[in-house]
Every structure is written in C-alpha cells, then in structure tokens.
C-alpha cells in the first residue's frame, strides 16, 4: 500500500515523484530540494537481520520522541529538525500527508560523521563482554570486580564506526580523532556525555534508567549539528527502573524482547528472519509505547 493509513503497521512507503536517496533498517530518507524527509517505517531488526513483521505504532514512537528531546536539548546543541508536522512540509508531500502524519521529520541536509558517539552509563552488552575480558571498554580501564549491568563510576564515551551492513565496531577516542579530526571529536564527545547526563537525570525521575545511547552528528557548513533518531528505544537501553538488579541482565523497553524470543529458535541468524508471533509482536509494541508515555508524560496520539 503506498499511502497507509496511520494507525496501520507499515514496513515499506513510497513516495511516488519523490526521490528515496537512502534506506536503513528503519527509515526511509527522501530529498527535496533544499532538506531531507526522513520517515520511520515500523520495521523491527534483530542481529542485524530485518524481520518480516511491522511492529505496530514503533515508528511513531521513534520520530515523535526524537522530536521531543530534540526540543529539550536544543539549549546544549543545535540540531537538523525543521519539523514534524505535516502542515508545515512543502507542498510536494501533500499528497502523501496522511500516511507521514506522525512518523516523519522535515531535517536540514548535512553531512554525517563516520562515527556513532556512544555513551554508556551501566555495564552491559558489548561493554559487558570485553570488561570481561579485560575491565576496560573501548581501551578505557574500568574498576576490577564491577558486575553486569552495574552502574559506572561515571559516563563514558565509547564511540564506534558506522556500519552500512553488518555489526558498527568499536574503536578508541584515538582513533576516532583520525577520522573526523581532534576539534570535532572532543565536541562530539562533550556533547555527548552532556546530553547523556541531563537526559538519565530527566528520565530516571520518570521510572526510566537509560542505561546507554548513541548519537549521531552531522556539519551543515561549519555547524555541527544532533541528527537522525535521539535516545529513543532503537537507539539506548532503556531499563524500568523500579526492576533494577545489577548482577544480570535487565528487563527493557526495546526490542530486547524480540531478541530473547530470537534466541529461543534454531535459526541461524542469516537472512530471511522468521516470523514472530502475534504475542511477541503485541508486546513489543506495548513496551515502545510505554517508554513513549513515561518519557513525555503523554499518550501517543491516536493508540
């Protein structure tokens, strides 16, 4: 269906007369002339792999919440959004109206950084595995004898490079000074754990511990701009904080949840993904909207 309704699920959208420059996981990016329309589809992704479900409402979620914080931090860092409201696209996306109402962002065009700017809070994921090994994360030494999911003695930034396909990797603040330059990567990384340290502050007053999050930034000429999706549950692990345990692992608002239900399967995790049920689908979605209501203290229009 080209233009769905928006209470309906949708995986794919076109925009016909309307150029698709970019497709992620996610979202489907669109050029205009003089700004990018970027549109959250309702795909869900697992080990890399796209699933053949929609999940219900997550694009909604997604670009509205971004919308949110980017609005609430703007004093800290300027960012690409122009708007998220329909009546304020250019005439070109009228006919497409209905089907972006609520799940698109009308954004300056930029040029992105080859890095993610990851920040982690709390001892998991990938940072769990190699502290591990080696108590350190991204070659930063950490205290010996922290367990999984324990909170850290402070932020820190653990950037990565940005994968087109695949797993993003790990680097070192060297080595992302080599790609985007000395001046650029202590900015990113002053932002970073700032915008990190105002928002776990907001949202853990809200039931919400953010337990880590990536970033990503863009130059406009000489600006250097907060861009693409901002502390949504795609892009932080969100843990209800009335559950926390340090020791194991922690119940979430993402799609951890689809993950575990994943891992439960003989599947290889190669392309094509298998179906999941409805339950597993209902839940997911349930738990977006609930990361939704407690992060802004409103319903999501229209659920």
Known sequence: ????????AISNLE???????????????????????IVATDRVSAFDVILPNAIPHKGRVLTQLSAYWFLRLHS????????????EFPASLEPFRES???????????EPLPIECVVRGYLAGSGWKEYRQSETICGIKLPGGLQESAELPEPIFTPSTKATSGHDE?????????????????????????????????ALERGIIICDTKFEFGLQGSDLLLIDEVLTPDSSRFWPADQYQPGQPQPSFDKQF?????ETLDWDKKPPGPTLPDDVVEATSRRYLEAYALLTGTQLEGV
């Open 76 to 87: 800290i860092v300027e960012n690409h959004l122009i708007s998220i409201e329909t009546d």
């Open 100 to 110: 972006l109402q609520g799940r698109s962002m009308l954004v300056r065009k930029c």
């Open 15 to 37: 925009l016909p007369g309307i150029p698709k420059v970019n497709q992620g996981k996610v979202r489907e990016i669109f050029g205009l002339e003089d700004h990018l329309l």
């Open 1 to 8: 269906m080209t233009h769905p309704p928006q209470g309906e």
């Open 170 to 202: 790990n680097i070192s603040f060297e080595e992302a000074v080599e790609l985007v330059g000395s001046d650029i990567a202590h900015r990113v990384r002053e932002f970073s754990i700032e915008i990190y340290n105002q928002a776990r502050a907001y």
């Open 258 to 262: 689809v993950r575990d239900y994943l």
